[in-house]
C-alpha cells in the first residue's frame, strides 16, 4: 500500500473554510477572507434599490402615508368641529397649529371640547367676579364710602326680599341701576305694587291708607294703583266694599 501522490503538497484552499454566514461571492478562497470592497459596493447598490421603492421616514412621502392612515385630514379645513358653546368659536389659526402637529379629527375635537368644559367656566367666573367688584365700587363711591355701602346693602337687600317678587328683585339686584332703583324704592316708602298673593308682604290698613294718599291714586287714577287698593281692602274687610 503506498501513500498518494499528493502527499506532502500544500493544499489549496477550498470553498469549505468560508464560514456559513458569507455568500460565496463575497469570499476570497484563496486569500482565506471576505471581499470587503465587493461587499460594501453590492450593499450600496441594494440601498439605492429600496431608497427608490419604499420611502424611508421623516420622508416627505413616508409622512403624508403616515398621515392618511391615522386619518389626519389634508388639510385643516378638513376638521368638522362641533362647538358645545355658544361663546366659542372655530379657530382658523388654532386648527392650522392642530394640523401641522398631526392632530386627527378626534383629536382636534377633544381640545374644543376641553375648552368648553374648562376653560370657558373659568373665564365666565372671572368676569362675573369682575363686573360685580367693578359695579360694588361705583355704588360705594355713590353711598359716601365702602363703610357705609357695607352697611345699606343689607338693608336694601331685606326690603328688597320682603316687598318685591323673587324674579323682580334678583333682575334689580343684577345690576347697578337696579340696585339704585331698590334703594329709591326703600327710600321713598312706596308700597309694594307688584303683585299680591305672589310672594310679596300683603299691604295693611296703614299702608292702604298711605296708598290712597298717592297722587297716583287721588289724582292720577292709576288703575294699577285703584286695582291694589280695591284688593287690599277687599283682603282685610270681605264682607264690605272699598
Request: proline share 7%.
Amino acid at each position: 500500500m503506498t501513500d498518494s501522490a499528493d502527499t506532502g503538497a500544500t493544499a489549496t484552499p477550498t470553498a469549505a473554510a468560508r464560514p456559513d454566514y458569507v455568500p460565496e461571492k463575497f469570499w476570497d478562497a484563496q486569500g482565506r477572507q471576505v471581499r470587503v470592497e465587493a461587499l460594501s459596493k453590492s450593499y450600496g447598490e441594494l440601498e439605492r434599490k429600496l431608497s427608490g421603492m419604499v420611502p424611508g421616514p421623516k420622508s416627505p412621502e413616508w409622512e403624508q402615508g403616515w398621515r392618511r392612515a391615522m386619518g389626519v385630514p389634508d388639510t385643516a379645513d378638513g376638521y368638522g368641529i362641533a362647538l358645545k358653546d355658544d361663546s366659542l368659536t372655530i379657530d382658523p389659526d388654532v386648527n392650522q397649529r392642530l394640523h401641522a402637529a398631526g392632530f386627527t379629527p378626534a383629536q382636534a375635537q377633544l381640545v374644543y371640547d376641553l375648552a368648553s368644559e374648562r376653560l370657558v367656566p373659568l373665564v365666565r367666573e372671572y368676569a362675573d367676579s369682575y363686573r360685580t367688584e367693578v359695579a360694588r365700587e361705583k355704588l360705594a363711591a355713590e353711598f359716601g364710602g365702602a363703610e357705609k355701602w357695607d352697611a345699606l346693602a343689607p338693608q336694601i337687600a331685606r326690603w328688597g326680599q320682603a316687598n318685591l317678587p323673587k324674579p323682580v328683585y334678583e333682575a334689580l339686584a343684577s345690576t347697578p341701576e337696579g340696585v339704585r332703583a331698590l334703594n329709591r324704592l326703600m327710600s321713598s316708602g312706596e308700597p309694594d305694587l307688584n303683585g299680591l298673593g305672589s310672594g310679596a308682604r300683603p299691604l295693611d290698613e296703614e299702608g292702604l291708607r298711605k296708598l290712597m294718599a298717592d297722587k297716583r291714586y287721588w289724582r292720577d287714577h292709576d288703575p294699577e294703583v285703584a286695582r291694589v287698593v280695591s284688593e287690599g281692602f277687599r283682603r282685610l274687610y270681605p264682607d264690605r266694599e272699598a
